[in-house]
């Protein structure tokens, strides 16, 4: 059973560039999240979504940043015009419900972006 | 802003030893209180967790102490091992969000030295 996927590992885009960060949640899991992690800093959410729908997207940039999570296919994390100050490492989490009795997310490896 | 703060920063213990990292929190409207270990290069991972009705949970050698009144919970990692060495992080789950969002500690890197 292969965990939460993320591809590419590494990510390097120039300023101005759009950023595509995938995410293939375990098996049976619907539910996914999306936190970034800056140097030096715990991780901070930033989307929630369930097949086809966004739950909860509070933490996300107001502008440059979207996510989508479709029927088919990965959840995909956008960002458009990067900046140096969206060098980061970006995880996925799935986790097989949202919300009710004691759960834990499951972890990709990240995808670490460098904006030069 | 709900805000879970996190110390130390980092922590260097011998082999053997007891490691202790504490959280505190800002906001009483947690209900689910995870803490996460992340070695260099992968992603977090659950180590253990805690609802805020218990008030002590102990799974091996890690154990989460949790204070309602004061707002602070703990990991305790006993007898330390070199293999322990990681980043911990504390997060707590706000009540009544829409899903499974988790507020996280700013993390603490403990080196256990053999």
């Known amino acids: 059973n292969a965990g939460v996927m993320q591809n590419p590992r590494h990510l390097v885009r120039r300023r101005g560039q759009e950023a595509r960060l995938r995410c293939s949640p375990m098996k049976g899991h619907s539910h996914v999240y999306w936190y970034r992690q800056l140097p030096e800093e715990g991780l901070k959410f930033m989307v929630y979504?369930?097949?086809?729908?966004?739950?909860?997207e509070s933490g996300m940039p107001k502008e440059r940043f979207s996510a989508e999570f479709p029927k088919e296919g990965p959840s995909i994390l956008r960002i458009q015009q990067v900046v140096r100050g969206d060098s980061a490492a970006y995880f996925c989490a799935s986790s097989p419900t949202g919300t009710g009795s004691n759960y834990g997310y499951t972890f990709g490896s990240g995808t670490r972006l460098t904006v030069v | 802003q709900q805000q879970v703060k996190q110390s130390p920063q980092s922590l260097i213990v011998q082999k053997g030893g007891i490691s202790i990292i504490n959280c505190a929190y800002e906001?009483?409207?947690?209900?689910?209180f995870p803490w996460y270990q992340q070695f260099p290069g992968k992603g977090p991972a659950l180590l253990i967790a805690?609802?805020?009705?218990?008030s002590e949970k102990k799974e091996g050698r890690f154990t989460i102490s949790f204070n309602k009144s004061a707002k602070q919970f703990s990991l305790h990692i006993m007898d330390s091992q070199p293999g322990d060495s990681a980043t911990y992080f504390c997060a707590a789950r706000p009540l009544n969000n829409q899903g499974g969002k988790l507020i996280f500690g700013q993390g603490t890197e403990l080196s256990v030295k053999p």
């Open positions: 979504l369930q097949k086809e729908n966004i739950i909860d």
């Open positions: 805690i609802r805020p009705d218990v």
């Open positions: 906001n009483t409207a947690f209900d689910y």
